[in-house]
Nanobody
């Protein structure tokens, strides 16, 4: 499985950006797709997750109500729509995925990213 991210960039506070993560190699729908971010000097944080089969979603409190994760199963692409961006959202954003059930997907996103085997290359988001 390979994950290729696109999107990101620089935006002023209050603006919006969209990140995409295209997955190749999956031949089934029961997989977890998650987004993480890491700012300089800070720990990696799981911000959102979606289960491809069924569309269950999870959001960290820090982004709830501002970020929306979605899944296009036809193209195996996950999208993270980020609105009302704040300077604290500045970070490198990574998508990650693995064939996990929803419970483990939540665990991976919240506290155990090592459970996810496949990672994108990362994309910079800068909010000023």
């Amino acid at each position: 499985v390979q994950l290729v991210e696109s999107g990101g960039g620089s935006v002023q506070a209050g603006g919006s950006l969209t990140l995409s993560c295209a997955a190749s190699g999956y031949t089934y729908r029961s997989y977890c797709m998650a987004w993480f971010r890491q700012a300089p000097g800070k720990e990696r944080e799981g911000v959102a997750a979606i289960y491809a089969a069924g569309g269950k979603t999870f959001y960290a409190d820090s982004v709830k109500g501002r970020f929306t994760i979605s899944q296009d199963n036809l193209n195996n692409t996950s999208t993270l729509d980020m609105n009302s961006l704040e300077p604290d959202d500045t970070a490198v954003y990574y998508c990650a995925s693995d064939r996990l059930n929803w419970g483990v997907c939540l665990q991976a996103t919240a506290s155990r990213p090592q459970l996810l085997s496949f990672w994108g290359q990362g994309t910079q988001v800068t909010v000023s």
